[in-house]
């Protein structure tokens, strides 16, 4: 474990900031901002539960104000994209010397934290999932990889992202350190905002209607077509995928086929569509209709999504429905 | 009222029906076939009593049993598009001298019928309105027309189109008789295409972002883009329109902001949607889908809209949802 990475802190404790916060606790000091002071006092009493793939309980710091922070040397942003610019707000002006990350879906995180103080930022995407049973318990399910790298906007250093690549390993989470992050986070843009788009418009979890292309009507040519689009739009940006987003799909609905407990179908953001709660739309499909714009690539499918589900958003806050 | 009108039998009972057959009792003798046989009871017992624009009770002869029909002169087939090939089973060998008209949402009633019996057909659309406040009781809202025609596909003679619009007219009822109803029916389909689309995938009723084309996340581009591929569709079938259908949008939007209670802002899909029922879709944006697969025209929004809304009939019946 790299010695400069003493003292982490997760900002955020849903269920990936819970898994990360819990494990890291273990290897190093582990502190966590949450939003309301009496979960804080419960983490601090009670500590952070994991079951599933892990079973213990991380001893965890917590508070819910951020000027209670000591210092910290890696901060990890497990807040949902919507919540970044809040954060970045209630960051500023601390641990100057810190590196910070980024874990959120989409596009786009890393300007929005950039824009509240000059700390090098790692970018990274997670393919590990769980579930939050309470403020105090999160349940560790598909125990796949984080992905980090240097974000090119503050040039980090590669060292960092390695120790910062270290440490989770070290806490028993897989991570992997990637010189360039940006094929891996354009394979999981496109990926999103085919499956998350999807199941937001049909409340459909993932499920292998998404593969399913034998019929004029079957859900699967939606899919296919945001996929299509996502990949002009990538290649018109000179950007060569890591993963081909229709593999990462079929291999999705295969795995939740063929077990019932590791592979989360729930798309976050059909959970967000089911608590009534805003979506991550504009960092997944709206980030790239707007990069699709800027392009000039056609994007017919992805912009309606996009638009679709921003309405269903105002559903919910207008409240016209009959 | 033309002598060959005698007896009319509306088949369904819903708003539509509902408006039709109590409308229709007060110049001929008017039966209506319910589904249910506790409902012909009530119909029998204690008539149908209409309010809103329009305050009677109108007296009317049901039965849930097409058997106990008597020889009717005219059919008139108000069942949701999805009811019509069982409508059409239970209609079989009955009143074979009479004239069927069908007046559902969407393209395709007629041929369904056409495949149970030669009864002449007639076409028709209808911009009335009303809200079914319970099995006996229909409120009267919009009181615009019922457009009909003669169906090409049984040649009907138009004399018969223009009795049946005046019997209808004479009920107090709007109508009006054209000799070729397809450009008319085709502006209403894209409309509904549109409109309907839109409403079950955002769950919004028809409002003002309907219209709203300001930014690039705006909702109106979407209800434009099916606009627009409807139109596409309807040139290459060799159709002129009869009314532009984002004009129909943009006026119905006006009429809803400006009376409360004159339109109904809820599509009839979004009803279906609300109420977990199968909807309409197959006989509207997947009618236009489908000729734009015959046609050769590129409608990916459209497709898309067709397929996601099947998805989410899915998700209903899959029981999948966490």
Redesign the interface.
């Known amino acids: 474990m790299p010695a400069e990475l003493r003292r982490v802190c997760v900002i955020g404790a849903g269920a990936i900031g819970g898994l990360l916060a819990a494990h890291l606790s273990r290897v190093c000091e582990a502190w966590v901002l949450t939003r309301r002071p009496q979960h804080a006092e419960q983490l601090n009493r009670e500590g952070l539960r994991i079951s599933g793939k892990h079973e213990f309980v991380g001893r965890v710091h917590a508070t819910a104000d951020a000027s209670e922070l000591p210092d910290f040397d890696l901060g990890i942003i497990a807040v949902k994209a919507n919540d970044l610019d809040n954060v970045g707000l209630r960051l500023t002006g601390l641990a100057p010397q810190a590196t910070m990350m980024t874990i959120q879906n989409g596009l786009g995180a890393e300007a929005v934290i950039a824009r509240h103080g000059d700390w090098p930022l790692i970018s990274s995407v997670t393919f590990m999932s769980g579930t939050r049973r309470s403020d105090m318990h999160v349940e560790y399910e598909l125990d796949t990889a984080t992905w980090l790298g240097p974000w090119a906007g503050t040039g980090t250093d590669q060292a960092t992202v390695d120790a910062v690549a270290a440490l989770i390993n070290a806490s028993e989470l897989n991570a992997e350190a990637m010189t360039d992050l940006v094929p891996a986070q354009w394979s999981k843009l496109i990926f999103n905002s085919a499956i998350n788009s999807?199941s937001a418009?049909?409340?459909?979890?993932h499920?292998a209607?998404f593969v399913d292309e034998d019929e004029?009507?079957?859900?699967g040519?939606?899919v296919r077509?945001l996929v299509d689009e996502g990949k002009a739009v990538a290649a018109a940006a000179g950007i060569e995928l890591y993963e081909d987003p229709w593999e990462m799909n079929a291999l999705a609905v295969r795995r939740g086929e063929t077990s019932h407990s590791d592979y989360a179908?729930?798309p976050s953001m059909?959970e967000d569509v089911?608590a009534h709660r805003l979506t991550e739309v504009?960092f997944i499909a709206?980030a790239l209709?707007?990069e699709a714009?800027r392009l000039g690539v056609p994007v017919?499918?992805t912009?309606?999504?996009?638009?679709?589900i921003?309405?269903?958003e105002?559903?919910w806050r207008?409240g016209?429905?009959?």
């Open positions: 999807v418009l049909t409340e459909l979890p499920v209607a004029a009507s079957s859900l040519h939606v077509s179908h729930l059909l089911l504009d709206g209709h707007r714009e017919p499918v912009a309606a999504a996009h638009r679709l921003k309405g269903k105002a559903s207008t016209v429905k009959a």
